[in-house]
Every structure is written in C-alpha cells, then in structure tokens.
C-alpha cells in the first residue's frame, strides 16, 4: 500500500475502507466480540494492517484469549506505537499503527509469557497474510 498513508484525507480513508474497517481504524470504535474470522486463524502467516498494509504481528506470537478478539503477545519491531486512552471512564493503553496511526485495539498485562502482554485486536483493522 502507499507511503503516504498519512497524507490521506478522511474522504480517501472513507473511499479505501469498509464502513466498518473505517469505523475502527479511523474513529477508534470496536468490533463486537467474535465476529472477525480473524480470531480463529491458525495458519502462519502475518497479520498487516487493513489500512496501509503494514505487518503487524507475526502468527507465531497468536494466543486464544478467549476474549472474542485476536490477541498477540507482541507485535513486530517497529510495527506499532501506544497513546493513552482514557475514553469510557478507564484508563488503557491504546494500539495504532506506526504508519497509518490506524487504531488497532489495546494492550493489557495480562497476557502469557514471554511479555506477559495481551494485544487485544480488532480483527476488522488488520488483514491476514499466509505463509508461502
């Protein structure tokens, strides 16, 4: 996808998205809990983001959750920077993509070793790259 993926208008995101995709990169909404087809992807693979294409997290570091959303225990170097959230009367830590600044979900501390981290994704925000 283009390198200037940060130079595009809310119209061309508007163009280039799904109205739900839309809705979570660039407005930060959530997806309902067990709709992506992403959560039960096993295969290996990258996951990239839906907005600009940029890989994300890497399928060896997919766990099951069972929160109804993808969840990593890291993302790729580089790949991704946090902000704070503090929408919903709670504090989070919020996740977006490096390039786009696509809002991608949260992360929290309470995910397996070896991070203990849990990137907590909505699945509509990213796109799913097989392994040749």
């Given at each position: 996808m283009s390198?200037?993926?940060?130079?595009?208008?809310?119209e061309d995101w508007r163009k280039l998205l799904s109205p739900e995709a839309y809705k979570v990169l660039r407005k930060h909404a959530t997806e309902?809990?067990?709709?992506?087809?992403?959560?039960?992807?096993?295969?290996?693979?990258?996951?990239a983001?839906?907005?600009c294409g940029a890989k994300l997290f890497d399928s060896a570091t997919k766990f099951e959750?069972?929160?109804?959303?993808p969840s990593f225990w890291a993302p790729r170097d580089g790949a991704i920077?946090?902000?704070?959230?503090?929408?919903?009367f709670m504090t989070r830590t919020e996740v977006h993509c490096r390039r786009c600044q696509g809002h991608l979900g949260h992360v929290f501390e309470d995910g397996?070793?070896?991070?203990?981290?849990?990137?907590?994704?909505n699945g509509v925000a990213m796109t799913f790259e097989p392994e040749a």
């Open positions: 390198e200037n993926a940060d130079s595009r208008t809310d309902r809990a067990g709709t992506s087809p992403l959560n039960a992807e096993k295969r290996k693979g990258v996951f983001c839906a907005g959750s069972g929160t109804g959303w920077e946090t902000t704070t959230d503090r929408s919903w397996p070793k070896p991070t203990g981290l849990r990137y907590c994704m």
